[in-house]
């Protein structure tokens, strides 16, 4: 890694901690950092720019959330992604996202909702016509925020906070596979026509085989299959 990280001494930017942090953690989300690479600290400042200590601090809290861990007296390592977890991340992640199409659905869709959940399922087609990760990823994401924001409930939002890092990374390895991803967007745009039908049942089911797919696709990379 070579970025170097502009700092700017404008009021209001965020602290170098922040920037070193931010820019470690989008590399590591989005697969540039993939899983196994080993970050040491005087190499990652020379690269960025800055002193060892916001990139030591960095280090710390993305060692909190799992993202890498000690790897002997070279450094830390990105975190490997093992079936195991996959699994059981996506446990959580299916029971969330089913809970999150459910109450959506329980609610009235205005007419602005429904023009802005079909520009995300246009948005995301056409990032996936286009072939860049970092688009394909972010209208990924865009969607599933939206499906939250619909179910009225701010705290499934806040539960899903501590694990989504991990998840965009999942989704960002899913992306590298040539898994045709078009299903994605199929399975997309049925969970969001449930909720717009008012048919929260089956807007629950379609989320939680959404959640099961992906994770059986991630776990049969994961085992060479």
Do not use: K
């Not at 060892?52 to 710390?60: E, I, K, M």
């Not at 898994?179 to 089956?202: F, S």
């Amino acid at each position: 890694m070579t970025t170097r990280i502009p700092i700017s001494p404008v009021a209001g930017t965020p602290s170098l901690l922040d920037q070193v942090y931010n820019h470690l953690l989008e590399a590591i989300c989005d697969c540039r950092l993939q899983p196994g690479t080993v970050l040491r600290q005087e190499e990652l400042a020379r690269n960025l720019g800055v002193s060892r200590q916001p990139v030591q601090q960095a280090l710390q809290l993305l060692r909190r959330q799992r993202l890498v861990h000690e790897h002997g007296r070279s450094g830390v390592q990105v975190a490997p992604v093992e079936a195991v977890f996959v699994r059981q991340l996506y446990e959580v992640r299916g029971a969330l996202d089913a809970c999150a199409a459910r109450l959506a659905a329980g609610r009235p869709c205005s007419a602005g909702d429904v023009a802005t959940g079909q520009r995300l399922i246009d948005q995301g087609r056409a990032a996936l016509r286009s072939g860049v990760l970092t688009d394909r990823l972010a209208a990924d994401v865009r969607f599933h925020s939206f499906i939250y924001e619909l179910s009225g409930n701010p705290l499934l939002d806040e539960a899903a906070a501590s694990y989504w890092h991990h998840i965009r990374r999942l989704i960002a390895l899913t992306l590298r596979t040539e898994h045709p991803m078009h299903a994605v967007w199929d399975d997309h745009a049925a969970i969001l026509q449930a909720i717009v039908d008012g048919e929260p049942g089956r807007a629950e089911q379609l989320a939680i085989e959404h959640a099961r797919n992906n994770a059986r696709l991630l776990v049969a990379r994961l085992e060479g299959g």
